[in-house]
């Protein structure tokens, strides 16, 4: 991205983690609807509606997103509102503002950064959706044998209530 500004307009940007950037949304462009990306994105501008990222998603300063976002990895300095839904790793930069609720493996919050919503920190295997449910509901009622039961074993344990 330096071939296109200056070095030290790079300064305060969102780092991707090395992952080279092939998409991109610029600070004066404004994209609306459903937008699915095979790789990292990138945005300074506005993008609303509803995001699919394969790899990362890099929202710098002046990017603005007003969209459900799934990713693998979200690097948040920008502002959001909607939910981020990242398999791995989400990022919020110290000028991030994020309105919405946040479900991934790993969160990193660095000082200065705004959060309002909740945050569901699960292993990927449990946050994907499953289907009908197929778990049996435990059952909570004890019959009269299983309490008699219980309580022989505890006054063999502990003596009989009426010993002196």
Known sequence: MAVFRPKDEDAG????????????????????????????????????????????????????VDANVKTKNAIVSGSVKGNIYATERIELQAKADI?????????????????????????????????PRTEQPKSTIQTKASLETAEKTRQGAFGSPTAG
């Open 13 to 64: 940007m969102p780092d991707t983690g090395g992952d080279k950037v092939n998409t991109l949304i610029g600070k004066d462009t404004v994209f609306t609807g459903t937008l699915q990306v095979a790789g990292t994105l990138r945005v300074d501008g506005v993008l609303k509606g509803e995001v699919s990222v394969s790899d990362t998603i890099a929202i710098g300063p002046t990017g603005e």
């Open 99 to 131: 309105s919405g609720d946040l479900t991934t493996k790993s969160l990193v919050i660095e000082q200065g950064a705004v959060f309002h919503g909740n945050c569901n920190m699960k292993t990927p295997a449990s946050q994907a959706p499953s289907g």
